[in-house]
């Protein structure tokens, strides 16, 4: 028996490529999100070691930084930032960015300026600055090494 490629194979294959959603790199996945992070921001990054997880700091093009903290199983469990401009968050916390709209979404009245912060037990971020400064962190404390707390994010 003969097995003969079609037409609808190749098609299948490109439709696949092409509506693929790109890999985002996020908080809480594995340490391969680093260095995804590091491609999206087209970034520069050193990592130095602590007792209980890994620092890597990416420079952006812009001299702004995100600083990516790992467990010693690779796992991102806290993602810090300042510079001139925000980075992209949607990379940066993934599923989480949603959870973050959500818990920011003004209610009522008209739309306000306001840092972006959420309080969850199982997810922090709080964020602050102006134009040219902004500065931001996120946790998953449930992830983090015993006694880390947002504390311990600089």
């Excluded at 092409?18 to 790199?25: I, K």
């Excluded at 306000?112 to 998953?140: K, M, Y």
Aim: proline share 8%; net charge positive; aromatic share 8%.
């Amino acid at each position: 028996m003969t097995v003969r490629p079609t037409a609808a194979i190749p098609v299948a294959l490109t439709a696949c490529v092409l509506f693929a959603s790109p890999a985002l790199a996020a908080l809480g996945g594995p340490y391969a999100s680093v260095a995804a992070d590091r491609s999206h921001f087209a970034a520069r990054v050193a990592s130095t070691s602590a007792a209980t997880h890994t620092i890597h700091t990416l420079t952006l093009p812009n001299g702004g930084t995100v600083k990516e903290y790992t467990r010693s199983d690779g796992t991102v469990f806290a993602v810090a930032w300042s510079g001139r401009g925000r980075p992209d968050l949607r990379q940066l916390l993934g599923p989480w960015f949603d959870v973050m709209q959500a818990d920011n979404a003004v209610r009522t009245g008209p739309p306000r300026r306001r840092p972006l912060s959420v309080g969850r037990s199982n997810f922090i971020v709080h964020s602050g600055g102006h134009s040219g400064a902004f500065w931001g962190l996120a946790l998953l404390p449930g992830l983090a090494p015993a006694g880390f707390s947002a504390n311990d994010l600089k």
